[in-house]
Each structure stands twice: as structure tokens, then as C-alpha cells.
């Protein structure tokens, strides 16, 4: 007779034990889970968006805006190498179409202009076979011109996206969403799938995940004149955005920020002294030392606080600023603090996120393929269990109940490790449940053999 030594059963029934606990959370509704297992941490099984309903949403990256962003990047870049000593002085850099533009001072000063912003464009030391970022030449109206190489563009195309899905998983993380999907999808889309969410929380979600959240800290040019601008188009290091705390009027902003998102420790939603609802920031020491630099340098003058190329404030700044923290105030609801907070936090995207497709799963039709997929799993065990104990009697029937026991463990391990359940997970399931009794069949066929052979 077959005999097991203790700590061997103690170990399988604790383990059936700690399984069927972690299973059980799945038979009750919140309120029974509340009422009769306070103690339990283990939640349910999440569902799928097959199973639950929700929304899916696929975004792309938009390859224009993100050309935009990086020329500005490169202007800001271009301005820093200037001014490194000895400084070149320029009479305007701006970019142009799809190139930055620097217009020298000197003539004499282009040799060495040249060879320092061909500099900028090198790969890292170590780097094989990689292109220079940039192509630098001389115009024939004597400018010096930047473009960027194919190559580069292309990299800056893979960077965004990979970028993109970690800013859209941490805003939809701070969003406080259950199991989102959130993967890759082709060479510049990302694919979002969020059980549960009605129509009307999925457009507050898409306005979440496709705001760009571009923060600057930038200087207003009070001398310069509103009619020698274009709206949002860079000129002489400066450009025109509307005010949004001025009913959109047009302010001159310097190109050069003083501070940008990057250099942000933390937003949240506040609200001022007026109980008018705003946005707390707080900043990286390096950051809040140059805010503190610059402020102190530029009292009584205003500084804005642009958004998305949008002025959301344009403050005086009355004394310097060397406390590392701020506050953002305009116009905003609770949930539109809430919600650029939410952004701020999760980091800029590198382009805008345009919205390809959108589509809401009905709860109903997650709920008539739960029904479908506990139907074919009854039927399917039920059918097994009784062909195992027809065919192997007693065997058949301890058969049926370690299977029964594998998939309270199975489901119990799942809702352990807070994985989601799809209606391709329910066919995976029979499918080890199949598995596992055939392996029984062949087991107790060699049983059957040896005793003929006595």
C-alpha cells in the first residue's frame, strides 16, 4: 500500500487550501466579498474587454508635429552651442520648413560657427556605423542651414513610439484604470483596450492620453510687436501664442524656456486662495536653481507658463522664486486640474497622439460571452467527467475529481497574481483541462496493460 509521509500531504492539502481561498473570491459580488472575507487581500479575476465591455482605442503618433517638436529642440540646441565661449553672435535662428536657419553676425565668425554645429550632430563616441543626426551646409544667401539626416528621423520616429507607450501606460496608471492593454501595434500606433469604460469615461481618457503635455516656463518679450508675428510660428528666437488667462489674446514669448516639463518632481490638483481650482507643482533641484536664477534676474518682468503652445498664465514676478515649487492657476475646472495634473506627472509626449480608431465593446455582448464560455466549460468538464468515470469506474471518478481540483488551483493562481481573463483565456483553460485528462487516459491505460500482463 502506497504511503505518503506527512509533511508530502500537509504540503498538497495546504496548497489546495490556499488555492480554493484565492479562488473563492470569484463566486461573490463586492458586497458578499466585503460581508464574509474582509481578511482576504486576493480580488477577483479581472475581465477582458471581451468578457466586460470597454473601450479600444488606437493611437498614432503624428509624424509632423513630431518633426516640429525636435526642430525646436534643435534651435534650443543650436542657441546653447552658440553662445558657448567664445560666443558667436547671430542675427536670427529659427526653424524654417524643416531645417533650423542661423543667420551670423559675422561673416568671419561662419568657419567656426560651422565646425562647432557640426559638432552637434555627432553620435556618441563608440557609436558604428550610426549617420550624423544632421546635415549642415551653407545657403547661397550665406545662412547656415540644419537638416536632419534620413536616418535620424527615422530613429526619432522608433524612440517616439517606444516613448509614447510608457507616457500613455503612466497616464493611464495615474488615471487609476484597472488592467489596461496597452501595446504596440505596427511601426507608429499604439493599441489601448480598457475593460469597463463607458463611451462618455473613453473620451475623457482619449483628451488624457493625447494631450501632449509640453510645459515651459518661458520669458514675455514686452517690447516686441504683435504684427510682426504669426501665431505660433518662431521668428527672431521668439514667437506668438495666444493667452488662454486673456481671453487668447496674443503674447511674444522667447523661444529659450526657462524651465520645461522635465525638470518637474510632481504636480497635483489644488486650489487657490480664491478656491478657484489649480495645479501645485513641485521641481528637481537643478530646475528650481535656474527658475531661481532667472527670476531673480528678471523681477518685475512676466514670464508664461505655456501649455501645448497655449499661455496659461503670464504672472509678474514679483521677487525670486527659490523655493523649487509654484502653483499653475487659469480657468480651470476640478477635472480640468485633475486632469492636466494627471499629465504633468506622466511626462510630455514627444508628438501629439492622433486617434485612428476608436470603438466601444457593450458590457451585454461581454456578458453573453462570459455566459457562452462557463456554458462550453461546463458541458466540456461534464462531458469528460463522465466519459472518464464510464470508462475507468473508481479511477475515472478520482480523475475527474483531481481535475476539478487543477482548475480551482489554475483560477486561483490567476486571481493570486491579478492576471485578466479573456475568452481566449477561458478556451486555454479547457484546453489544460483536456491536457490534464490525457494524460490521466494514458496513465490509466499503462495501469490496465501491466495488469494484463500480470
Known sequence: MLRFPLWKVLLILGTILIGTLACVPNLLNEQQRAQYIPWLPIKPL???????????????????????????????????????????????????????????????????????????????????????????????????????????????????????????????????????????????????????????????????????????????????????????????????????????????VFLDSIIQGSDLSGARQDFDETGQASISFSLHPAGAKRFGDETRKNVGQRFAIVLDNRIVSAPVIQSPITGGSGRITGSFSIEEAEQMAVVLRSGALPAKLKVAERRVVDASLGADSIRAGVTASIVGVGMVSLFMIAAYGLLGFFSVIALILNMVLLIGILSFFGATLTLPGIAGILLTMGMAVDYNVLIFERIREEKRAG
Open 46 to 252: 479581472n475581465l477582458g474587454l471581451d468578457l466586460k465591455g470597454g473601450a479600444s482605442i488606437l493611437l498614432e503618433v503624428d509624424p509632423v508635429e513630431l518633426r516640429q517638436n525636435e526642430l525646436r529642440n534643435t534651435n534650443r540646441s543650436v542657441g546653447e552651442k552658440l553662445r558657448e565661449t567664445p560666443l558667436i553672435p547671430v542675427v536670427s535662428r529659427n526653424p524654417e520648413g524643416d531645417a533650423v536657419v542661423v543667420r551670423l553676425r559675422n561673416a568671419a565668425d561662419k568657419p567656426a560657427a560651422l565646425e562647432r554645429l557640426k559638432t552637434l550632430g555627432k553620435p556618441p563616441v563608440g557609436a558604428i556605423g550610426v549617420a550624423d543626426y544632421y546635415v549642415v551646409s551653407e545657403r547661397a544667401d550665406g545662412a547656415i542651414e540644419m537638416r536632419f539626416s534620413p536616418a535620424h528621423f527615422d530613429k526619432l520616429q522608433m524612440d517616439a513610439l517606444s516613448s509614447s507607450i510608457e507616457a500613455v501606460r503612466r497616464r493611464a496608471d495615474n488615471s487609476g484604470l484597472v488592467e489596461p492593454n496597452i501595446q504596440k501595434q505596427g511601426d507608429s500606433r499604439i493599441l489601448v483596450e480598457v475593460p469597463g469604460l463607458n463611451p462618455e469615461e473613453m473620451e475623457t481618457l482619449i483628451d488624457t492620453l493625447t494631450q501632449t503635455g509640453v510645459l515651459t516656463f518661458n520669458m514675455v518679450d514686452p517690447a516686441a510687436n504683435i504684427a510682426d508675428f504669426t501665431p505660433t510660428v518662431p521668428r527672431n528666437n521668439r514667437v506668438a501664442l495666444p493667452d488662454d488667462s486673456m481671453n487668447g489674446a496674443i503674447e511674444v
